[in-house]
């Protein structure tokens, strides 16, 4: 995780006029992000309509972080600038464009590189060869992980077995370069936290860990305790997702008990990220950002 102290930051431009204006002060001076146990990030997943809608683009991610919201530190999403992993000048610009407003790059979530859990050997061999170039990306960034899905068909056995030595070849290829990698629950046999607990055992590297996320501990087959799931994952947390949909008229989150939530991330003596990642039901991206903010705010002010 300090890698991202010293490597370079570099990136240019101003966001898009759709998010232009100054953020409003979202941590009062008493409860500043500083003062809670954990830190905030800001996923780009909150605003995949506009990214999918072609009213944002990545470039403009971290500066209406900076600007619309107040955050110094950013998780992005490979869909977002899928053709651009090997593309020195355009990291560059997203570098120095994050630099320029003050924010760190924290990770990037990798989705659509293959399946980490294949038991086809040719598959599972492409899938992490796939996933290298964004190791070099995110270290050319200074983010400190890429965050991973370990997906495949088969047994849950044959599947834990394929992303243990899909998992320890990308461990191998990141820790020279300073990164980790991260796991998180994300559908699957993933979306059981015991699981996914077992495949960390059986990696066994320091380097590879998981991301814990409330929201994704059920599948279209059945439902898992998220607080259980949670817990579970704790141990080997490297950042966690602030995961919300809906909120209520007092500013609570309709789906997830968040004091319950944030509640185990204390126990554990988490102190990492929590990245807010809004799913944009109900309203609109900005607000329901602005609103998972206060939250985290509220509660973790609390627990703090």
């Known amino acids: 995780m300090n890698r991202k ?30 003062n809670l146990f954990f830190k905030v990030s800001l996923a780009e997943w909150s605003f995949h309509k506009s990214l999918f809608g072609g009213k944002m683009k990545n470039l403009d991610f971290p500066v209406i972080a900076r600007e619309k919201f107040g ?39 990798i989705d659509n590189e293959g399946q980490l859990g294949s038991t086809n050997t040719k598959k599972r061999k492409q899938a992490v060869e796939n996933h290298l170039k964004w190791v070099d990306a995110a270290a050319f960034l200074g983010c400190f992980a890429i965050r991973v899905n370990i997906y ?8 834990s077995k394929a ?29 059981n ?12 590297n320091p380097h590879c860990g998981t991301l814990p996320d409330p929201g994704n501990f059920s599948t279209k087959q059945k439902s898992y305790n998220r607080y259980k799931g949670v817990r579970e994952m704790m141990p ?60 985290l705010n509220r509660i973790g002010s609390e627990l703090s």
């Open 5 to 34: 102290g010293f490597l370079q930051k570099m990136g240019i431009g101003a966001a898009g006029s759709v998010f232009a204006g100054r953020h409003s002060s979202l941590f009062n001076k008493k409860a500043s992000s500083s």
């Open 71 to 109: 955050i110094d530190a950013v998780e992005y999403v490979d869909q977002f600038f899928k053709d651009k992993a090997k593309d020195k000048t355009y990291l560059k610009a997203l570098n120095k464009r994050a630099n320029d407003h003050g924010v760190s790059n924290v990770q990037i979530m």
């Open 152 to 159: 495949g068909k088969g047994s849950p056995q044959d599947i």
């Open 163 to 191: 992303a243990v030595e899909s998992l320890s070849r990308l461990t191998e290829y990141a820790e020279p370069r300073g990164l980790d990698i991260m796991v998180e629950n994300h559908g699957g046999y993933s979306s």
């Open 193 to 204: 936290g015991q699981w996914v607990a077992n495949v960390m055992k059986q990696v066994n």
């Open 236 to 295: 080997f947390a490297k950042d966690v997702s602030a995961k919300t949909y809906d909120f209520d008229s007092q500013g609570n989150e309709t789906t997830i008990d968040y004091h319950r939530f944030l509640k185990i991330l204390k126990d554990a003596d988490y102190k990492g990220y929590l990245g807010v990642e809004f799913e944009t039901k109900g309203m609109p991206e900005s607000e329901g950002v602005k609103k998972t903010l206060k939250l």
